[in-house]
């Protein structure tokens, strides 16, 4: 199967791409290392080769996922130069607890740590995870052009920034990618800013958590369906509150997808690759059916009606519920 693609930088990139997070951090059925390079390989074969990760993706210690990325390449079937590969830095978790740091000195710690991982030379594109309030945006821009300088990546890319900052580091590197949360259920980067700068300056927009981590597929039915030790089990829009409510919405999205003739899935990515064409969305999924519905996300095609009404049904629903627990919230840079 070959997917269609878009651009970051000058590469063409294909679309969706993949989240890796949940094979090895934060949802219910994280670490099985067999069945998720089942999906890696098959994600490898059908043409899904825009892969993202970070080094803080274990729920075991930082370097999990990326570890499972190097088996992949190594005995896993998957070529490395094949792939687009995408990783990050800046939450840092370690015996002496948890931090966002941005210091030039920690960038190029970070890249050497993940590039080790990885058992890799060099990856496609470097995000910052997080800003690092306490640094200055020009200084971590300033290290990861060294790094790209130094041949250790090939793109520059900001994760969870406002656009003031994005417009600082825009001058002292071009940025390639913002990646960001954007989804039928998180449309904020509409409104921020964020999205008309990415515009304006030529950045594709990686869309992070496109299917609202999965409460937009239809397939979470209660909060009975979580762990207390799944991250969604305490973020807002999953609360006993805000639960049932945004279920509501999920079901508009279900009865569209329907008369659609696609799943509710495949509607949401649709969505998303329908708003801009400088955005792709990667889902993350750790199963063969999920890699392939979403793949099949790409043969829906909504009509300018369809878009509208859509948006019409977003407009008259309020999600309730922030998108992070309130710690989480606030280290975000707005
Ligand atoms: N930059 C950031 O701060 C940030 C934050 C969060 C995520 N991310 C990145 O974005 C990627 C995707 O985000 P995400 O994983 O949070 O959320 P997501 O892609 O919106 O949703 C993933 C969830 O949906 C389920 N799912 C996937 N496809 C499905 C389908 N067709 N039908 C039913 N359920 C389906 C998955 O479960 P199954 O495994 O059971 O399919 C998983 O629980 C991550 O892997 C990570 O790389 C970045």
Known sequence: MSLPTRKIGKDDVPYPGLGTMGMSAFYDGAGKTESN??????????GCRFWDTADIYGNNHMGENEQLLAKAFKEGGVKREDIFL??????????????????????????????????????????????????????????????KEAGKIRYIGLSECSEATLRRASKVAKID????????????????GILDACKELGITIVAYSPLGRGML??????????SPTDFRYHAPRF?????????????????FAAKKGCT????????????????IAIPGTTRLEGLKENLGSVNVK?????????????????????????FAMAALDT
């Open 37 to 46: 390079l089942a999906v890696l390989k098959a994600a490898y074969d059908t």
């Open 86 to 147: 995408a990783t990050k830095f800046g939450n840092y978790r370690g015996p002496d607890g948890f931090r966002i740091v941005g210091t030039p000195e920690y960038v190029a710690s970070a890249i050497d740590k993940s590039l080790a991982d990885l058992q890799l030379p060099f990856v496609d594109l470097y995000y910052q995870h997080r800003v690092d309030k306490n640094t200055p945006i020009e200084e971590t821009v300033g290290a990861m052009l060294k790094l």
């Open 177 to 192: 990618a913002v990646q960001i949360e954007y989804s039928l259920w998180e449309t904020s980067i509409e409104t921020n």
């Open 217 to 226: 597929t239809g397939a979470i039915k209660s909060r009975a369906d979580l």
């Open 239 to 255: 609360s006993e509150e805000n639960f049932p409510k945004n279920l509501e919405l999920v079901e508009k999205i279900k009865a």
């Open 264 to 279: 509710a899935a495949q509607l949401a990515l649709a969505w998303v690759h329908a708003q801009w064409e400088g955005i």
């Open 302 to 326: 909504l009509t300018a009606e369809e878009l509208k009404e859509i948006r019409a049904l977003l407009d008259s629903f309020v999600v309730g519920g922030e998108r992070y627990p309130a």
